[in-house]
């Protein structure tokens, strides 16, 4: 397995933890010299609060672990494609490089709306690479979203029968 496989594997652990939270699962890793020194899932859900995406958490973490907010020669591993909040942060905590699984449509800042890594002049470039592991980050994604789905659709039926419907 290639060591950047090997990572992105680590952050769809992540993204699987938050699945079970019932959070949207997006799971990110943060590698220096070839080891993680960060790993988080996002959290909004649990901890009501917006900023708490897989990115943010994962950048808090490096910076507590190498006492400082410069994350210099760290890269990150993120199975989703990175919000404008999260890009935003990426650049200002200096980080190197970021490999992104999925794609985000809707509100992708790394290409897919916008491009806050290259379309933009900061103070700091960060480098980026899509589509690593693309397929399984995209499916636990799709998995996910198809089962609140049903869950929504079992709990109108509850309201309206008072019972869920059987196939």
């Not at 993204?15 to 590698?31: D, N, R, S, T, W």
């Not at 609060?49 to 990150?76: F, G, P, Y």
Request: net charge positive; aromatic share 6%.
């Amino acid at each position: 397995m290639e060591i950047d496989e090997k990572f992105m594997k680590e952050a769809l652990k992540e993204a699987k933890k938050a699945y079970q939270k019932l959070e949207v699962p997006v799971g990110a890793v943060i590698v220096k010299n070839g080891k993680i020194i960060a790993k988080a899932h996002n959290q909004k859900e649990t901890k009501l609060d917006t900023t708490k995406h897989a990115e943010i958490l994962a950048i808090q973490k490096a910076s507590k672990k190498l006492n400082s907010w410069r994350l210099v020669d760290c890269d990150m591993y993120v199975t989703l494609e990175p919000c404008s909040m999260c890009a935003g942060a990426i650049i200002q905590a200096r980080i190197n490089k970021v490999y992104i699984g999925a794609d985000d449509e809707k509100t992708g800042a790394v290409g897919s709306v916008l491009n806050l890594f290259t379309d933009y002049k900061f103070n700091h470039t960060v480098l980026f690479e899509k589509g690593l592991l693309r397929e399984e980050c995209k499916a636990i994604l799709q998995d996910f979203f198809k089962s609140l789905r049903k869950a929504k659709i079992e709990e109108k039926e509850v309201q309206k029968n008072g019972q869920p419907k059987t196939e």
